[in-house]
């Protein structure tokens, strides 16, 4: 079992509340070992060649989880998506899943839990303003729904789109993006294992803000990949046009791995802010997730193809 994706639920491991206020006597008394004993409990991403170990990780708190956000379907305010997004009506709501398959389908998003089981997985999640969170979701993997539509053997793309709802979503009105947002990945990208539908987190359903009630997590990806709110994923054989890379290109582009080697135009992404702590830590290549997903990416120049 990989280091990333416990099934056992953080909820039994060691109540969320305890934990973090146990986190908060140790930070409030200088505990300087903290790191020491979460390294003798947890199990630790050391590769056989001996490559760096990512840092063991703590979960950010439910609270800072779900008022801490990038929704601009609401708004480009962090603090006031949570409000914004408070009474957006995630059901009924239905997924179309078409394109290039043998077998397209919409499906209702209860009758997707239901068939998937999602389970926990605990990601960084690292976005290209240089923040980034622990967040414990409940998915299940991508791959396991792009099996069921049957990808058609020209398949080389997964294409991904937001709702369109400007009545619910004021943010939509701007008209400084091309909406409704959407997002893609190369096929061999979606089938990894790492490549979540997250439709929960802190095992309850997703908050509205967090991308009720269905999202994309891909967390070796800068944020932005991670589309909120889906209601269309369309298998093609020409590389999706993206809201980002539309509205940015020299920027934001379609691959968007996180590496702290190729930096932003306006800033290094070297480093990140882990939210909740006091100083910065270093930006992992991947995300720390290089075992899984550095193969996909062999003989491609990271730095064109950013
Ligand atoms: N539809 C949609 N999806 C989106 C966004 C958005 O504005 N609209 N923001 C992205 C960005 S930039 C980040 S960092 C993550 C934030 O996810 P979180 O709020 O659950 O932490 O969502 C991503 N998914
Ligand atoms: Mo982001």
Redesign the pocket.
């Known amino acids: 079992m990989s280091p990333f994706q416990s099934n056992i639920p953080s909820s039994e491991i060691t109540p969320k509340e305890v934990f973090l206020s146990r986190r908060d006597v140790l930070k409030a008394a200088g505990f300087a070992g903290l790191g020491a004993l979460l390294a003798a409990c947890a199990p630790q991403a050391v590769s056989s060649s001996g490559a760096q170990a990512a840092p063991p990780d703590v979960p950010n708190s439910l609270e800072d ?1 779900s008022n ?6 609401f708004t480009v305010d ?1 603090a006031r ?1 949570a409000p914004l997004a408070k009474d957006f009506t995630s059901r009924p709501w239905t997924v179309e899943v078409g394109g290039l398959v043998n077998n397209p389908k919409t499906y209702d998003v209860d009758e997707l839990i239901k068939k998937f089981q999602p389970e926990e997985r605990i990601y960084r ?1 690292r ?3 240089a923040w980034s ?1 622990v ?1 414990p979701w409940m998915g299940f993997p991508l791959a396991k729904l792009l099996a069921e539509v049957e990808p058609a053997s020209d398949a080389k793309y997964v294409a991904f789109e ?1 709702i369109y709802d400007p009545d619910q979503m004021p ?1 939509q009105k701007s008209p400084l993006f091309p909406w ?2 959407r ?1 893609g990945l190369r096929m061999d990208e979606a089938m990894n294992d790492l490549a979540i539908l997250a439709t929960g ?1 802190y095992g309850d359903l997703l908050p509205n ?3 009720a009630p269905i ?2 997590v891909v967390p070796w990806k ?8 889906i209601v269309r994923i369309e298998l093609t054989n020409e590389e999706p046009a993206t ?2 890379s539309s509205a940015s290109p020299n920027e934001y582009g379609f691959y968007a791995n996180v590496n702290p080697n190729v930096s932003h135009p306006r800033w290094s992404q070297a480093s990140e802010r882990r939210i909740g702590e006091l100083t910065r830590r270093p930006t992992l290549m991947f995300n720390g997730y290089a075992e899984q997903v550095a193969h996909l990416y062999e003989g491609m120049d990271l730095a064109k193809n950013y």
């Not at 801490?68 to 379907?73: H, L």
């Not at 800068?222 to 709110?229: A, E, N, R």
Request: net charge positive.
């Open positions: 989880i801490y956000n990038n929704y601009y379907e962090k998506v999640l976005c290209v303003e969170m967040i937001t943010g409704p947002y997002e987190l803000q967090n991308g999202r994309l800068y944020g932005f990949k991670s589309i909120k709110g809201l980002w």
